[in-house]
């Protein structure tokens, strides 16, 4: 099984599907029971990957390769390293998560609604499993589709606009990724004559600075309209207000890390000298931390409880792309961290707003207040969540925010000085908001007859908080996974990195991960 | 030595009041609550006592918790003899707090859900977390328990949640602290890349080797992050509202334990200080200001908990002081009999309102000597020592930071004499509005109960005798500085300004009542100015407050998220609303159709390849 478990987890959710199709439209509950099976296997299947990835091995494993369209040198190229490994992980345990929440919340179309979401679900692991660019850009695309329909079929009242906005935003950006991608590989076949979409064969191309810079770009459109970094964020408000809860949920939690994951898989290997250049890693950090700050403030204005978390994920992810470009082993190990944790925190977030979204169907701050009185299980929840992506230490937002912001501060010291406001603001908008919903009065009737969190509801929070929780105390398997993969990025940018780190060092430790 | 069940027992306290407290009678949930406590006392004393004179540190390793590159940190504890007089004061009088709090809170529902073994779990997880502080081995886990701590300080801040000004309160002290942790953040990534560690063992022993210029950096962001916890100026102000909360919790987080943490840090650091003479300048600076600042607020202040929230401000000032003379162990000396005195003037406090159902203003008070015995007389001993009254606690400790002050600047020594005249001033200002003169208010005053005076005999005790714990000898080798020379004139200089400040409080408050009212009216504009806190809150709000969230407002999400970024997308958009259209139609809700349009992608995309290979070839 091992030889295809890459292949094997990538396809439950398409398996599901198929299954799915044949079922009769009118039994709900079947067709409800069998999504959350089919999405509960596909986590399943993806535990083994836990036990039998052998940490600090360098490359991927798990590898399949299989020609595919020799004629354009497309493979079906598959394998994961410590980075891959953490966003599979999180994106079957988040899909099935966003299954569970589905359960109430979505009463038609549900055949279809669930069929969109096992194959967004096989997307989005292709995306982070591919080692092919053709086949990578297939499920790059692909998901693309699934979540249109989930925003623009199940979403809120704006959902067209809002749907549409996600489309056109995300495939302008990777029209021009494409670009960029045959550019590559036109310059592979140029140079080795043979036709190759294979990342290893790529990463050999050997390419002027001016070429790099210009593919950078193509690429830099296409992840930071994903991510999405400032000034490309407007879409992720709109796409999150209207979206279904499940809907917001994966992509805050998944979805995003797509654009993060480009720059790490492509962009660094690939272009290293670009992602060195200094005027482009200065544009970048800079863009980075404009949107941790800006993202920050516009949440203190947001009168609606749904697109103040949304506007926190920008602020959340500059953190990220911050970490990537300070190109330094602690702030990408704290990038990858950070977007595992970003997941668990804000697909808590919108969990909690889908809990109280299905009792009032409003979103609007000034609604709530004194929930704490009626509905102390959910209050408690909601606080944990906050609390969590609020970066409070023994929870899992500190250790990826101290990690990105102490690689920051060895790359630019005033990157981090900026950076650490974002910290003193995320406390400031999420405690108001908790303050504003929770605490107080009961001032609107309509609340006080809420009742508290089902177990099913419970339930489906509770792998969240445990996740946090360990990420908070104990990261250093996570760590571990991510040394290697790391250095080996940092090793390709900043060649010789850790000889000169080396020499500085006050007592020996090895970088590549040997023990 | 099991180091780590120290704070691991009040935080099984935490989990089981936590999860079962609902169910739990008041009786059990105050056993487990104080228990742990109590048995986290036990078993500090016990480490204590096995590990001897302590001359060295003494580590735990426990675990790894980060390691990413160079950055490797443990989760280590470690004790030393300036742990031991931290370890003692927060877990003895953590102990006697909680105690005190089974009769304080004996009626108190909350809230709804369950407002005692609420208060419980959440101070049991305060103990976790100052205890993690305490005994943490480097620089990140003394930061878990430092933002812990604040997070207790929020949720037992707001504990009455259902009071929008509790709450408000709390928000506050949580975000000024997190600006007080911009610079102690940035200070931690700075001493991370100058000694690649942050054990406090490696970075101590190394610091001598780094540039002074360094050095002054890391002190001074450090500080920045000890004026937030520890309410200097000018990040003091949540510290009065965080009055809003239970009276233990004043007492125990916001007078005896949390808020000495910045003086903790910084003595903690002195192997960075003394290398950075203008960093140690600053932190005097800063407190002498803060001392006298703060000390001209409480001679105007009504509210019983607030004139001594602000004697918590200044006194702290004069912790600061101590450390920023060079005098750590004076600053420790007076962080630990502070924690006697102050405890039990809040305790105290807490008892005069807990006797009068709620009343706080000390105006509504008066002649509550007879009625509230036992109370009454340990709140004597305390304003007493705070007063600097010989041979109370307060004098020794209080004479050792002033007599350092006077060995480094003259004027600091002489500016801190008027501050303690000041101080004793408006204590006794209070202890004689409150229990002299003539009962002015409505309840009926009832004597507490022996759960909760028991507490204040013991700390009534070590307020009065507590200076005879000889800190700067038992620290003598611990900090550079040895033992403060002794200096009787200006000992008798600083008493006297003590025992002025207590003759003029009764002759104003006692003899001539009127005297008060008069002598405001004749400075009436100085004395709005000091009423009001000389407007600080209103001038942050106007200066920071407003700014940012108008601006993020108007400026940058009306303006420029909505207004520039969107309106170029939405012009786009109308562009291809054709596009659009054709999208609509695809809705069709029709799994097959959905299929097609993969398909279709996929075609699209191998389309566009072979057309540029064909273009290649």
């Known amino acids: 099984m091992d030889q295809h478990l890459l292949s094997i987890i990538l396809f439950t959710p398409l398996a599901g599907l198929l299954v799915l199709v044949l079922l009769p439209s009118k039994s709900k509950d079947l067709i409800r029971i069998w999504a959350n099976l089919a999405s509960f296997a596909g986590f399943l299947i993806s535990l083994p990957l836990l036990s039998r990835f052998q940490t600090g091995a360098s490359g991927f494993q798990f590898e399949e390769k299989f020609d595919w369209i020799p004629t354009l040198g497309a493979h079906y190229h598959i394998g994961i390293d410590g980075i891959s490994l953490l966003l599979v992980m999180l994106t079957t345990l988040m899909g099935f998560i966003a299954t569970l929440v589905s359960w109430s919340g979505i009463q038609d179309r549900l055949k279809e609604y669930y069929a969109m979401f096992l194959l967004l679900q096989t997307g989005m692991l292709g995306v982070f499993l591919s080692l092919d660019f053709f086949l990578f850009y297939i499920f790059w695309e692909l998901v693309l589709v699934p979540m ?281 908008y999420l405690l108001w908001l908790y303050q504003r919903t929770m605490l107080g009065q009961v001032t609107n009737g309509k609340n006080l007859t809420l009742h508290d969190m089902s177990f099913r509801e419970v339930a489906m929070f509770l792998p969240l908080v445990a996740w946090a929780v360990w990420i908070g105390v104990y990261p250093k398997p996570y760590f571990d996974i991510l040394q290697r993969p790391v250095a080996e990025i940092v090793e390709r940018v900043h060649p010789g990195y850790f000889n000169g780190v080396l020499a500085q060092m006050p007592r020996p430790l090895s970088p590549g991960g040997a023990k | 030595m099991q180091l780590w069940l120290i704070p691991i027992l009040p935080l099984a306290g935490f989990f089981i009041n936590g999860v079962f407290g609902r169910r739990f009678s008041k009786s059990l949930v105050s056993t487990v609550a104080v228990g742990s406590v109590v048995l986290a006392f036990a078993w500090a004393l016990r480490v204590i006592l096995a590990l001897g004179d302590l001359n060295s540190a003494y580590t735990e390793h426990y675990f790894t918790w980060i390691q990413s590159g160079f950055v490797n940190i443990g989760c280590d504890m470690a004790v030393d003899r300036l742990t031991v007089v931290m370890l003692m004061v927060v877990t003895g009088i953590g102990s006697l707090i909680h105690i005190y709090a089974i009769g304080y809170m004996a009626h108190e529902h909350g809230p709804n859900f369950g407002g005692f073994y609420r208060f419980f779990a959440y101070l049991n997880l305060f103990m976790f977390f100052m205890l993690t502080l305490v005994l943490a081995a480097n620089f990140l886990l003394l930061f878990v328990g430092w933002e812990g701590v604040g997070l207790c300080s929020y949720l037992l801040i707001g504990f009455y949640f ?125 407190g002498i200001a803060t001392a006298f600042f703060a000390a001209t607020i409480g001679l105007a202040q009504n509210d019983i908990k607030k004139v001594f929230a602000y004697s918590t401000v200044s006194q702290l000032g004069y912790m600061f002081v101590g450390v920023g003379c060079g005098a750590f162990s004076a600053g420790i000396y007076h962080l630990m009999t502070h924690a006697f005195f102050k405890a039990l003037l809040f305790l105290g406090s807490g008892s005069v309102i807990h006797a009068l159902s709620g009343e706080q203003d000390l105006r509504n008070m008066g002649g509550l000597r007879t009625k509230i015995p036992w109370t009454f007389w340990t709140m004597l001993c305390a304003a007493l020592a705070i007063s600097g009254f010989p041979f109370t606690s307060g004098f020794f400790s209080k004479d050792a930071i002033l007599i350092a002050a006077h060995g480094y600047a003259p004027w600091m020594f002489w500016l801190g004499v008027v501050t303690a005249g000041m101080t004793a001033f408006y204590v006794f200002r209070a202890m004689f509005l409150a229990f002299f003169g003539t009962y002015r208010g409505r309840e009926h005053p009832h004597e507490s109960p022996p759960v909760m005076y028991l507490p204040l005999v013991v700390l009534a005790a070590l307020s009065l005798g507590g200076g005879f714990i000889k800190i700067p000898v038992f620290l003598d080798k611990f900090f550079p500085t040895g033992e403060v020379p002794e200096d009787s004139t200006l000992m008798a200089i600083s008493v006297a300004f003590g025992l002025g400040g207590i003759a003029l409080a009764y002759l104003m408050y006692v003899l001539k009542p009127s005297m008060a009212d008069s002598f405001a009216d004749s400075v009436k504009g100085l004395y709005t100015l000091v009423y009001n806190k000389y407007f600080v809150d209103e001038i942050y709000d106007a200066a920071v407050v407003r700014p940012v969230v108008g601006g993020s407002r108007a400026v940058l999400w009306k303006t420029v998220d909505a207004g520039f970024i969107d309106g170029m997308v939405n012009g786009v958009g109308t562009l291809s609303r054709g596009v659009g259209d054709v999208l609509r139609r695809m809705q069709s809700g029709n799994i097959r159709s959905y299929a097609s349009w993969v398909l279709l992608g996929c075609v699209t995309v191998i389309g566009a390849v072979l057309f540029f290979l064909g273009g290649v070839r």
């Not at chain 1, 989930?150 to 056109?168: D, V």
């Not at chain 1, 949107?291 to 990220?320: N, P």
């Open chain 2, 162 to 286: 259902d009071k929008k000004f509790a709450t408000n309160a709390g928000n506050k002290a949580f975000i000024v602290n997190r600006i007080g942790d911009f610079g102690f953040s940035l200070a931690i990534f700075l001493i991370m890349v100058n000694f690649k560690s942050l054990d406090f063992a490696t970075v101590f022993q190394q610091a001598p080797g780094a540039s002074e210029a360094t050095l002054t950096t890391i002190g001074l962001l450090l500080l920045v992050g000890a004026c937030g916890k520890s309410a200097q100026l000018p990040l003091y102000v949540w510290l009065p509202d965080a009055m809003a909360g239970p009276t233990p919790v004043s007492a125990l987080i916001h007078a005896a334990t949390m808020v000495t943490a910045g003086v903790y840090m910084c003595a903690r650091s002195w192997p960075i200080y003394v290398h950075a003479p203008e960093a140690m300048h600053a932190i005097a600076l800063i």
């Open chain 1, 148 to 428: 249109y329909f989930i925003i623009g079929i199940w979403g809120g009242p704006r959902k067209l606009y809002a749907a549409i906005k996600f489309f056109l935003y995300t495939l302008a950006g990777s029209v021009l990724m494409l670009l960029g991608i045959l550019t590559l590989y036109f310059q592979h076949a140029t140079q080795f004559g043979t036709y190759s979409f294979e990342i290893s064969d790529l990463m050999r191309t050997n390419l002027p600075l001016s070429m790099q810079q210009l593919v950078f770009w193509a690429f830099f459109l296409g992840f930071a309209i994903k991510v999405p970094m400032f000034p490309f964020h407007t879409w992720l408000p709109d796409a999150h207000v209207e979206a279904p809860t499940a809907g917001s949920v994966i992509l805050a939690a998944v979805l995003l890390k797509m654009g993060t994951y480009g720059f790490l898989r492509f962009s660094l290997p690939l272009l290293p000298n670009a992602s060195a250049d200094r005027t482009i890693v200065q544009i970048l950090a800079v863009l980075s931390i404009i949107g941790i700050i800006y993202g920050a403030l516009v949440c203190l204005m947001q009168q609606d409880w749904k697109k103040l978390v949304a506007y926190s994920s920008v602020s959340h992810l500059g953190f990220c792309t911050l970490g990537i470009f300070s190109l330094t082993p602690n702030g990408i190990a704290g990038s990858v961290i950070q977007q595992i944790n970003h997941g668990i925190s804000t697909g808590m977030l919108f969990m909690v707003i889908g809990v109280i979204y299905e009792r009032r169907h409003t979103r609007l701050i000034s609604e709530y207040g004194g929930l704490a009185h009626v509905m102390p299980k959910f209050a408690i929840i909601f606080a944990i969540a906050m609390l969590s992506s609020a970066g409070l230490p023994l929870l899992n937002g500190f250790v990826g925010e101290f990690t990105i912001l102490q690689g920051a501060f060895e790359a630019n010291r005033a990157w981090a000085a900026f950076a650490v406001t974002g910290v003193i603001l995320g406390a400031a």
